[in-house]
């Protein structure tokens, strides 16, 4: 088990109350398994998130780790490791 680092910009920044966190995640985990240990924590998350976070919320939102964005990768299989960055990005935004 480790740490890794999230980043919030736009309204997760404040449905979060923060502009970055630590959450422990097990070993093996990956992208999915982040994101399901991030949402249980807030029902402001969830909402920005949408409703199918455990199916896939990239229509909501950009997710990079590591300032790279994970359809790129394996998308939410990408492999963390502790002290990975994952960063959220709605899609949705004022100007």
């Known amino acids: 088990m480790g740490g890794i680092k999230v980043r919030f910009m736009g309204t997760f ?3 979060s109350g923060t502009e970055e966190t630590e959450i422990e995640i ?13 949402f249980a924590r807030t ?14 919320p990239r229509p909501n939102m950009i997710v990079l780790v590591n300032e790279v964005e994970i359809g790129l990768l394996r998308g ?9 960055t994952l960063t959220l990005i709605p899609t949705a935004h004022g100007g």
Do not use: F, H, M, Y
């Open 76 to 84: 939410l299989e990408t492999s963390l490791q502790a002290g990975d």
């Open 43 to 56: 029902e402001e998350l969830r909402s920005i998130a949408g409703e199918n976070t455990r199916l896939d």
């Open 26 to 38: 097990p070993e093996q985990a990956d992208v999915r398994k982040a994101l399901e240990i991030l």
């Open 13 to 15: 920044r404040w449905a």
